[in-house]
């Protein structure tokens, strides 16, 4: 959303694009699929929305796992040895 008027915005269905991949893993047959979040931007809320709503729908809401992060490299890289270091690390 932009808080302007006469201003035209196109963007991507976030949520929607994640709830795919999150699809698409559990097709595959993963049941514990983490997610790096982004922060507290509106994308990244979208996105956030798009996993959890998927994870519940397949009913695996008992394997949400959600490490913070950001926007930049340094973020990614602990959040993934976040998640490697878990007892159970995502499949």
Known sequence: P??????????????????????????????????VDGGRGAIATGRRRGYESAMRRHRLGDHLHVVPGDSTEESGARAARTLLDAGAPPT
């Open 2 to 35: 932009v808080p302007s008027d006469g201003v035209d915005v196109v963007r991507a269905a976030d949520d929607e694009g994640v709830a795919q991949a999150v699809d698409h893993l559990v097709g595959l047959g993963h049941r514990r699929i983490g997610y």
